[in-house]
């Protein structure tokens, strides 16, 4: 991962490891506000807001078992209930509510 940061120009952050380390994360890199809790408080916001203003859109991503997209970002947001389907959902909303794509590098076996 170190040869990856480096070649990419970033840095490696640690975040708090509570359900929301996604959220943290985006936080984290977020420069209009002057603290990280602001971000966060910020990002939230904007997720639920586009959640609710576009959910006949993101219905179109997830099966009809799931139930409204908008009510599976509010149970991830305020309670930290989430499966694959939310999860995979509130990396789409966030770059649509931020208007910036998302990029997740991840390390496996020793490969990204």
Request: charged fraction near 20%.
């Amino acid at each position: 991962m170190d040869d990856v940061t480096k070649s990419l120009n970033v840095t490696l952050a640690h975040t708090l490891a509570d359900g929301h380390c996604f959220l943290h994360a985006v936080a984290l890199q977020l420069n209009e506000t002057p603290s990280t809790m602001q971000a966060y408080e910020f990002l939230m916001k904007a997720i639920e807001t586009e959640s609710k203003t576009n959910k006949n859109h993101y219905r179109n991503f997830i099966d009809e078992n799931s139930g409204r997209p908008d009510l599976l970002v509010h149970k991830y947001l305020h309670n930290k209930i989430f499966d694959h389907t939310a999860g995979d959902l509130i990396l789409q909303i966030t770059s649509n509510a931020l208007q910036k794509p998302i990029y997740i590098y991840s390390e496996r076996d020793g490969g990204i």
